[in-house]
């Protein structure tokens, strides 16, 4: 990987030098996501390979153009998994990327989301330089976490090199169960249940369908199954349906022309939005929602009572605002990160905000 990353380095240099933008990308599967793709192609994808694993620690550091699809399959020959679920929109999703856009699955209110288990980060930042943040174990850290930073900063602050995640062992079972509810229904009684020593991995309501997944030791389980009731899914046809949850490919997800894809985190406990037919997730925390781009005012108007925000996922234009603006106390703090980072201002410029 050396001479990969050496010649990525010197790209950045140059065009450092020059003020020329660049486009960080690794397998492409998300260049839907965010404000704004300009300037020329940088490709990490060269920046592959597993550098280290040690099953036994529960630790793998991993080039940041590693396909997710690679990484996965050599855990699972170790009986381990990334707990987060990160969806894959294609089969050339890299770990580099999966960390930029930050993005969790099903289990993510359960076990956290992917900077909950970025335990290290080697990145080149818009000077060209390589800096090292974090370590191999979780209290590595003194000061500012830069590492978790990245997650979630869609290439705008550095070219994510290499990356060390925690993984888990595989659960030894799996149970889903299915329950007829209404949304207030659903979402009160997955209120009850997360209070409870009940070992309940992920959720979905959809259609007035509850879905819940049980992951844990065998005998919690089945006494999970005796306390909560439901029917349970056949184990195959779950697993293709939290699949298809995860990576978005479920109906409730396709899109019909004029609409877009709306993303709206909110406290698990808030009520209805009563914005159209939703797709709920994370016990009630992340609703999806498909209206028209133009909906924004209503949508964010309707989050933020709710005690959240919206995110325009999928289905706008380059006129059309993607995130929610920051109060002005975060908004410097970003463009202060910005600066430090990157003060020719060249990495994915724009795909954060129009401003950087």
């Not at 900063?153 to 290499?162: C, D, F, M, P």
């Not at 006494?223 to 409730?252: F, K, N």
């Not at 133009?294 to 059309?320: I, K, M, S, Y």
Request: hydrophobic share 40%; aromatic share 6%.
């Amino acid at each position: 990987m050396h001479d990969a990353l050496e010649t990525i380095a010197d790209k950045l240099r140059k065009a450092a030098e020059q003020g020329r933008p660049l486009r960080v990308r690794g397998g492409g599967t998300k260049d839907f996501y965010g404000q704004l793709l300009h300037g020329e192609l940088l490709d990490t994808r060269p920046l592959a390979g597993i550098e280290a694993y040690e099953p036994s620690e529960l630790v793998v550091t991993v080039g940041a153009g590693t396909r997710l699809l690679d990484l996965q399959a050599r855990l699972a020959e170790n009986g381990q998994y990334l707990p987060f679920e990160p969806p894959q929109f294609g089969t050339s999703s890299t770990v580099g990327g999966m960390v930029a856009a930050g993005l969790a699955g099903p289990a993510r209110a359960s076990v956290g989301g992917v900077r909950e288990h970025v335990l290290g980060v080697q990145m080149l930042n818009g000077r060209g330089e390589l800096l090292k943040f974090g370590g191999q174990v979780m209290k590595n850290v003194a000061g500012y976490d830069v590492s978790r930073l990245m997650a979630g900063s869609l290439g705008t602050l550095g070219v994510i090199v290499q990356v060390t995640l925690k993984v888990l062992p595989l659960p030894p079972a799996e149970c889903t169960l299915l329950f007829d509810l209404s949304e207030t229904s659903a979402r009160q009684q997955l209120n009850r249940w997360c209070s409870q020593p009940l070992p309940i991995n992920a959720s979905c309501w959809s259609g007035g369908q509850l879905a819940v997944r049980l992951r844990g030791a065998r005998a919690a389980i089945e006494s999970a199954q005796r306390s909560m009731g439901g029917s349970a899914l056949e184990p195959e046809r779950a697993t293709r349906q939290w699949a298809a949850v995860r990576d978005q490919s479920l109906s409730s997800f396709r899109l019909a022309p004029g609409e877009a894809l709306w993303r709206v985190s909110v406290p698990d406990t808030a009520t209805p939005l009563n914005l159209g037919p939703t797709l709920i997730e994370w016990h009630g925390a992340l609703r999806w929602l498909r209206l028209p781009p133009q909906a924004a005012p209503q949508v964010r108007a309707a989050a933020a009572r709710a005690g959240g925000h919206a995110t325009l996922f999928r289905g706008g234009d380059e006129r059309a605002l993607v995130f929610t603006p920051l109060p002005p106390a975060l908004a410097r703090i970003h463009a202060q990160l910005k600066q430090a980072f990157d003060p020719a201002g060249i990495l994915n410029l724009g795909r954060l905000s129009p401003d950087f």
